[in-house]
């Protein structure tokens, strides 16, 4: 047995999911998706997990994980700052944007806090040129970035 | 039944075949590399790409089924051109370490590199690097640099050894072949990846470095590891023994059979030769009384008859214990059946030894009974339980109440079935003890006449397996030393006492027994070579309840 375990709310979710599906291994993203969301990163005990609600052993599902880069692996804030550094946003200033996030966090790119507050990431082009310089925050988009509107959305979510 | 054509060559095939079957049966070799056809089809490689009349795009020849009427070309320029762009793919990260590479000789990359691409490499940019040298099990080596990703293995591990060990982490040209984290490559048949992977990306530990692919010879043969007798090939090196710290046969390997091991082996099969060259062999035959003497073979076999006959006229023919082994060849027993029951008329004669610890087994190849001829030796009827002798253990219980006076033990360690202390009361109490075999252990260190068996390498014969399918060993390695095959050491013995054992070779003793033999009737001998020849059309037989040491 696994030491984690979805919660009810989630468990109902994933049977839902897995409902759509003809095989429960067909399941594999969306189910990696959900226990992301519950559980915040993808450890191995989560793996082992997955593995045991969609019937398939444990290293089909590291396959998976590991084939997509969007999934995290590793612990992430409970803010994740996710700075776009596409052409536009890059034309507008993002450097200066990521520059200030790194000096506010107390944090380098591609780090996450000890506390596990925050984590502040370089992607690749968002498509929201027409904000840029922007940010995804969690599940937000945050656009027309200058230092004064990062402090203020800083905060506003402390 | 559907017809097609490949290359020009019209041939019907059952619906369903794949058009590389296809093209197999009707002679041609379309390059594979993830294809493998004792695995699922996954079509990964690319290189098998074929051109199908009227479809738009080449397609892989593993994956498409022939349909009626299709038309396949393999040697367009069109598929010549794309199968050296998928060599040309496979080969941008590969670090090209051939000369420090197993794999030189027998690699599908060298291969087919030679057969279908031949390009100059275009690559400006640095390769990307990955673990080499990477230990991943007890018997397998993993270089990564030189893996391409066919999966074969992971496949392998998925649905024959059905242990999931191995996986492809990560995408693009970061993808690596790596054991779950924090496991190994570990199961009984973990060898067999070594066999199928393609490249050099998976080794032998155990091969690793011994000697180049090409310096090895091959002879057809039966593992003798359990009662399954799967079929391989023993690979020997001839030539430069020298480099291999004087070992002679530099691994198995795994022979096609469709009715008994298909493409596979066990490790402990696999693995299992090294007593073959091992420092244990004996040499030539050995007086054990008093000094320890070394005698010619002509020597020998006068003084053990002239032993043997003593104590045949003072105790009678009841006081001599023969102890046959199921490690001998259907040819090897039937000398002996026809030197000791038939010649010198003695009715102890056994061949059952049950081990102290039962043997490892499973669904699959591995049979707990660790002896390749088993059902031969019963067939032949050499065991107390085919006739009115006593048994192994009556006899050495008869032997420590001097009951028997001489024992005759062929192979056997009896302390694999008995404790050693029965066994050397037994064996201290006898007038005379003759072993006979290839390696020394503790049954011959108590002997008094040793005689050097070849081992199963050095000789030509058959065994029969559990579902009694008869099948050959051939001679693969001249015997060690002085050792030649049981049956004609008996063979020597049996001159000596003037009983007639008119065979010169495996051959002849085969006919002989076949003649002889209600159950080997009518079996031709020029049949038994490659797949071998079931005796009731490979009916399998329930593993019996007896386990033979």
């Known amino acids: 047995m696994s030491k984690v375990a979805f919660s009810q709310e989630s468990l109902s979710e994933f049977e839902r999911i897995v409902a759509q599906y003809p095989e429960r291994r067909a399941a594999m993203l969306p189910t990696l998706y959900l226990a992301e969301k519950e559980f915040g990163h993808i450890s191995p005990e989560v793996e082992v997990y997955v593995g045991e609600l969609l019937q398939v052993p444990a290293i089909k599902v590291r396959e998976v994980l590991t084939f997509y880069t969007l999934f995290a692996s590793k612990p992430r804030g409970k803010l994740h700052f996710q700075v776009c550094r596409g052409i536009s946003c890059d034309l507008r200033g993002c450097t200066k944007i990521i520059e200030h996030l790194q000096e506010k966090l107390n944090l380098n790119s591609e780090e996450t806090s000890a506390d596990l507050a925050y984590t502040l990431s370089e992607v690749e082009c968002l498509g929201a040129c027409e904000t840029a310089p922007m940010m995804q925050l969690n599940d937000d988009y945050h656009g027309d970035l200058t230092t004064e509107t990062v402090d203020l959305i800083l905060d506003e979510k402390k | ?549």
Request: hydrophobic fraction near 40%; aromatic fraction near 8%; proline fraction near 4%.
């Open chain 2, 1 to 549: 039944m559907v017809k097609v054509t490949i290359d020009g060559i019209e041939i019907e095939i059952p619906k369903g075949t794949t058009v590389i079957q296809a093209a197999e049966q009707a002679g041609i070799e379309i390059p594979r590399y993830c294809y493998h056809p004792g695995l699922s089809i996954v079509g990964v490689c690319r290189i098998c790409l074929v051109e199908i009349e009227r479809m738009p795009k080449l397609q892989v020849a593993c994956y498409t089924p022939a349909t009626e009427g299709m038309v396949v070309h393999t040697n367009t320029e069109q598929v010549l051109e794309a199968r050296q762009a998928v060599m040309e793919f496979l080969l941008v990260n590969h670090p090209l370490d051939c000369p420090v590479c197993d794999q030189a000789g027998e690699c599908w990359l060298q291969n087919f590199y030679m057969q279908h691409a031949l390009h100059d490499s275009r690559m400006f940019e640095n390769k990307v690097k990955k673990s080499k040298a990477l230990q991943i099990g007890p018997n397998v080596m993993l270089d990564s640099e030189r893996c391409i990703l066919c999966s074969r293995c992971v496949r392998f591990c998925d649905e024959i050894s059905k242990s999931n060990e191995l996986g492809i982490f990560n995408r693009g040209d970061r993808a690596e072949l790596q054991p779950y984290p924090g496991t190994e490559l570990d199961n009984d048949y973990s060898g067999n990846t070594i066999d199928i992977c393609p490249v050099g990306a998976l080794t032998d530990r155990d091969f690793r470095f011994r000697t180049r692919v090409w310096y090895l010879s091959e002879t057809e043969s039966i593992c003798p590891g359990c009662s399954t007798g799967c079929n391989i090939n023993v690979h020997h090196n001839d030539q430069r023994t020298y480099k291999a710290g004087g070992s002679r046969v530099s691994r198995l390997k795994p022979r096609y059979n469709p009715d008994v091991n298909e493409w596979w082996m066990c490790d402990a099969g696999r693995y299992g030769f090294t007593h073959v060259d091992a420092d244990s062999r004996i040499l030539a035959p050995t007086r054990s009384i008093g000094e320890e003497q070394e005698m010619s073979w002509g020597e020998a076999a006068s003084e053990i008859m002239t032993k043997l006959r003593e104590v045949i006229s003072v105790h009678g023919k009841e006081s001599v214990g023969v102890i046959l082994s199921p490690q001998m060849t259907n040819e090897d027993l039937f000398v002996a059946r026809r030197f000791f029951r038939d010649g010198l008329g003695l009715k102890h004669i056994d061949f059952e030894v049950a081990p102290l610890t039962t043997g490892a087994k499973d669904d699959f190849l591995i049979k707990a009974d660790k002896n390749p001829n088993t059902a031969g030796a019963r067939l032949l009827g050499v065991g107390a339980r085919q006739g009115s002798g006593m048994t192994v253990a009556e006899m050495l219980e008869a032997a420590r109440k001097r009951k028997l006076r001489a024992l005759y033990i062929c192979h056997h360690d009896l302390a694999n079935g008995f404790a050693v202390d029965v066994v050397e009361e037994a064996l201290t109490a006898q007038d005379l003890v003759v072993f006979q075999g290839p390696n020394t252990n503790s049954t011959s260190a108590l002997a008094h006449y040793v005689l050097p068996a070849a081992a199963f390498v050095e000789k030509t014969g058959s065994f029969t397996n559990y579902a009694e399918r008869v099948q050959m060993i051939h001679t693969a390695v001249t015997p060690l030393g002085e050792s030649k095959a049981d049956w004609q050491i008996f063979r020597s013995l049996a001159k000596e006492a003037a009983i007639s054992v008119p065979y010169f070779e495996a051959e002849d003793v085969f006919q002989a027994l076949t003649a002889e033999v209600e159950a080997f009737s009518g079996l031709p001998y020029a049949g038994l070579a490659g797949q071998g020849i079931a005796l009731r059309d490979g009916q399998a037989l329930p593993e019996s309840e007896t386990v033979v040491a």
